[in-house]
């Protein structure tokens, strides 16, 4: 019996053990310290604004381009002969006429001398055949005279046969000389009449001649090679003692009196390059090339479209030192485009893309707002400004001018204060 009462006190210690750890945790659950819940703050980006101003201002539109010439010559070699002198070189500014290579004339001038003497036969043969008409006009009246006589001798010779005092083989024989006159008046007269057309053929021979001299003459006089314009020499293809072939490429010379800089305008500004053409008032350009302010006038639009370049190539006059002007050079340009109303100024940091900007509502957050790209203005310091407008830039619009990386509509901003803020 108190066996079996040890072992059923001996089965409640652990009960009892477990019973009492339960009331230590309760009792430490109950009193721990109660934490704060987390709450996550929106992170507000620090931003610099302006406030729009619309004004009226005459955007300008920066440029790229490169100098070209209206009028560029490549001139070849008008015979096959030897070159004597090179006058000019290349880079060099030449006047009209100037003398630029010599070529060998000794060929060109026996050319010459044959193509004159084919002219004076022609002339004589002409000469002649005037002569020989007037002859046959003349001959022509004795040869008629002279068949009324030969017809009259058979005639009388008829009379005295029929008399029978004559000889019919007179009578015969007067006929038959009747019958050669006749055929000489008809010979004489065949040949007046063809007399205009071996007169026109003779004439024709002599304009042929005389052409041939005349183009022999101009090869002589173009183996002394001038300069067909004011201009400056861009590359030269031969030297003294080279053997030319008639058509090879001697010499290549630009005018710099008709220089232009043809320069990409993009599409979105070509109504207004348009409209300002078609009122008679072509935008203006203003550059800088070595230092040398230049200065120029929109001439016309390329008739031909490069397929993906994003606008039309215009072609600008340049009026400038002609010692910087070379074609082939590029440079910058600030096309001036007509004045625009409610326009806005910006740094290109504020421009998104294309063509949106975002502003700051009353809430310090920051909305996407559409707008028209005017153009550029420049500075006296040198930097640029985009030229927007929008319905919705009105006076005091606070405008950001921080590019941020992650901007969206909404997002939470501070606008940081200071100077221009």
Known sequence: MAVTRDKRQGGRWPWLVLSLMGLVAAGLIATRSQTEPLVIQERAWRVAVVAAEPQ??????????????????????????????????EGELVRRNQVLIRLDERDSRLRLQQRDAGVRDARARLESEQHRHATDRKVLEHERRLLKLQQAEVNRLRDLLRKQ????????????????????????????????????????????????????????????????????????????????????????????????VRALIPERYLPKVRAAMAMGSPPGVRGELDGIVLNGRLRGLNGEVTAGSGGVSGLFDIQGDIGVLRHGRFLRLDMILPAEHDVVVLPHEAVYGVDKIYIVDRESRMRPVRVERLGEMRGDDG?????????????????VVTHLPNAVDGLLVRVAEGPGT
Do not use: K
């Open 56 to 89: 009226t201002l005459a955007p300008r539109l920066t440029l790229y381009g490169r100098l070209e010439s209206l009028w560029s010559s490549q001139l070849s070699a008008p015979v096959a002969a030897e070159v004597l002198g090179v006058v000019v070189s």
């Open 165 to 260: 005092v004559g000889a019919q083989s007179a009578l015969d024989n007067a006929r038959q000389a009747v019958e050669r006159q006749v055929i000489r008046v008809a010979q004489r007269e065949q040949a007046i009449a063809e007399h205009p057309a071996r007169q026109a053929q003779l004439e024709a021979a002599l304009v042929r001649a005389g052409a041939v001299r005349d183009q022999a003459r101009l090869e002589l006089e173009r183996c002394t090679m001038r300069a067909p314009f004011d201009g400056r020499v861009a590359r030269m293809s031969t030297a003294p003692g080279h053997r030319t072939r008639i058509g090879e490429p001697l010499l290549t010379i630009y005018d710099t009196g008709a220089m232009v």
């Open 383 to 399: 930097s640029t400004r985009m030229l927007v407008r929008s319905s919705r830039l009105r006076p005091g619009v606070r405008i």
